[in-house]
Every structure is written in structure tokens, then in C-alpha cells.
């Protein structure tokens, strides 16, 4: 209960960072290993390492690697990996989608659509089941229950109170 505590609050003190340039891409690094406790995998995704993927283009240098070194989501380490591409075999848990020539955000969503994967991507591009977006000069995002719902995944309510919008299951969200 004190870590999922914890988890909150480092996600709203992300949330309060301000936008623009480096600072939001050290914020939105942060966020996608700090998504992870607060999402569900089903039992069949829980092998090896926790691995967060960024896909295409790479807005953070080395600051993923150095947030996550370290850190843990139970007993598996996490891990980053950079690749050009995804599809449905992936080893990725979370895949924040840049898009690039090879495979765009689009392709990327396409790709593993159905598999158990958190995608994340930035305001403009098509939306992941995580969407970053600048709202008031801050780092906030968006979440898709619906394509969480499609891979597999269930995303806990303490996250979806911190999203400044959410596409609910129909029948659960709101009338």
C-alpha cells in the first residue's frame, strides 16, 4: 500500500514538472517505467526481465537508461532497449512510440495491437493506450481503456485519476 502511495506521488511531483525542451523529456522518461505498477500484464507476460522499449525516434538520449538503472517492478529488473521497429513477438512491456522511416507510430500501434503491451506515444502523433500531452505547461497524459482493454492489460484506477482524460470500457465509464 506505502509503495503504490509512493507511485502516486512521484507521478503527480512528474506531472507538476514543467513542459518545454529537456525538462519534459526527463519527466515523460521517468513516467514510462513509472506506468508499470500501476498496470496489469496478464500471468503469460511476467517472464525475464521488465523491459521498456523505445521504438523509432529516441527524444531521450541515455536519460531512460539512467532513470531506470536500478529499478525493479517485483522481482524482475527493469531494462530499456532501443529498436528501430516492434511487432507482436516483442519482449517489450512498454513501448513508447517515436515513430522513424522504418516503422511509424501508426504501423508501430498496428503491430501489436492485441499483444500485451503498454504503447505510449506524444501528443500529435496517433494515440497509444498512454498519450502524453502538454496541458498548462506540464507533462500530463491521456489513457485509452478501451486499447488497454484490447491488449490485455488493466490500467488501475489511481492511474486513470491522475490522466487528465480517459477513454473508459463502454458500459464502465461514465454515463
Known amino acids: 500500500m506505502m509503495a503504490n502511495l509512493a507511485g502516486v506521488c512521484a507521478l503527480s511531483a512528474a506531472a ?18 513509472k ?5 496489469t500484464w496478464p500471468d503469460s507476460a ?6 521498456v522499449c523505445v521504438v523509432g ?7 531512460i537508461d539512467r532513470a531506470v538503472d536500478g529499478q525493479t517492478l517485483g ?34 500501434l498496428h503491430a501489436v495491437r492485441g499483444a500485451p503491451v503498454l504503447t505510449v506515444t506524444d501528443e ?3 494515440p497509444g493506450i498512454i498519450a502524453f500531452a ?3 505547461g506540464h507533462v500530463r497524459f491521456r ?4 486499447q488497454a482493454q484490447e491488449n490485455g492489460l488493466v490500467v488501475s484506477s489511481k492511474l486513470l485519476s491522475l490522466a487528465v482524460a480517459v477513454r473508459p470500457i463502454p458500459g464502465q465509464g461514465e454515463p
Do not use: N, W
Open 16 to 33: 507538476a514538472a514543467p513542459a518545454g525542451g529537456a525538462p519534459d523529456v526527463a519527466v515523460k522518461a521517468a513516467y514510462l517505467y
Open 35 to 39: 506506468f508499470a505498477p500501476f498496470v
Open 46 to 51: 511476467a517472464t525475464g526481465p521488465f523491459m
Open 57 to 63: 525516434d529516441d527524444p531521450f538520449g541515455d536519460q
Open 75 to 108: 522481482p524482475r529488473p527493469i531494462q530499456v532497449k532501443h529498436v528501430e521497429t516492434i511487432g507482436p513477438k516483442s519482449d517489450c512491456d512498454i513501448a513508447y512510440l517515436g515513430g522513424s522511416r522504418a516503422q511509424s507510430v501508426t504501423e508501430a
Open 124 to 126: 500529435g502523433d496517433p
Open 134 to 136: 502538454i496541458v498548462d
Open 143 to 146: 489513457i485509452d481503456e478501451v
